[in-house]
T-cell receptor
Framework: GAVVSQHPSWVICKSGTSVKIECRSLDFQATTMFWYRQFPKQSLMLMATSNEGSKATYEQGVEKDKFLINHASLTLSTLTVTSAHPEDSSFYIC??????????FGPGTRLTVT | GESVGLHLPTLSVQEGDNSIINCAYSNSASDYFIWYKQESGKGPQFIIDIRSNMDKRQGQRVTVLLNKTVKHLSLQIAATQPGDSAVYFCAEGRSNDYKLSFGAGTTVTVRA
């Protein structure tokens, strides 16, 4: 149980385009979903917290107009990277929380912007 | 701002030996701590956690120690195996919002 999936697992897009990443909790309902970004050989950095039916809360320094988060249901959150640039190339990871301290991570999405 | 950090970026260990990975944290408000294992190109995998009201917790081949006096956390892996080679992160969290702050990570390499 407690499986989180991400789609796509990897994506290549051209500079200036937008790309959407999906995060799904497959066998449970997630009260909260979190989005992280991880650059090569670095740690995970929390980008935003997403709650179903409400606006996402962004961490300091994360542009909310660039990284659009939608949490449409208790099992789906999406992250859209708008007007992507090469510096947005990174590994994006989501996690889902069921209202306690347990957090289940997705397998990550590798984004490459050319 | 406050963050979780790791003392050593890399650790090389002989297969069969015990591994100890250390972590320093600075947020005294954190009330739980989690160790994750991350293999290349994959998401973090939960290893073990510990609440702030405990100082030791054991799992299968792993033990986590928490010293709140010096804000130090460690992960001990017994009889390290080649499959243990990965990057290990400690993370601290607070039960008021369940956000996690990750440390820098320690790369563990197991020598055959």
């Amino acid at each position: 149980g407690a499986v989180v999936s991400q789609h796509p697992s990897w994506v290549i897009c051209k500079s200036g385009t937008s790309v959407k990443i999906e995060c799904r909790s497959l066998d449970f309902q997630a009260t909260t979903m979190f989005w992280y970004r991880q650059f090569p050989k670095q740690s995970l950095m929390l980008m935003a917290t997403s709650n179903e039916g409400s606006k996402a809360t962004y961490e300091q320094g994360v542009e909310k107009d660039k990284f659009l988060i939608n949490h449409a249901s208790l099992t789906l959150s999406t992250l859209t990277v708008t007007s992507a640039h090469p510096e947005d190339s990174s590994f994006y990871i989501c996690s889902a929380n069921t209202g306690n301290y347990e957090q289940y991570f997705g397998p990550g999405t590798r984004l490459t912007v050319t | 701002g406050e963050s979780v950090g790791l003392h050593l970026p890399t650790l090389s260990v002989q297969e069969g030996d015990n591994s100890i990975i250390n972590c320093a944290y600075s947020n005294s408000a954190s009330d739980y701590f989690i160790w994750y294992k991350q293999e290349s190109g994959k998401g973090p995998q939960f290893i073990i956690d510990i609440r702030s009201n405990m100082d030791k917790r054991q799992g299968q081949r792993v033990t986590v120690l928490l010293n709140k006096t010096v804000k130090h956390l460690s992960l001990q892996i017994a009889a390290t195996q080649p499959g243990d080679s990965a990057v290990y992160f400690c993370a601290e969290g607070r039960s008021n919002d369940y956000k996690l702050s990750f440390g820098a990570g320690t790369t563990v390499t197991v020598r055959a």
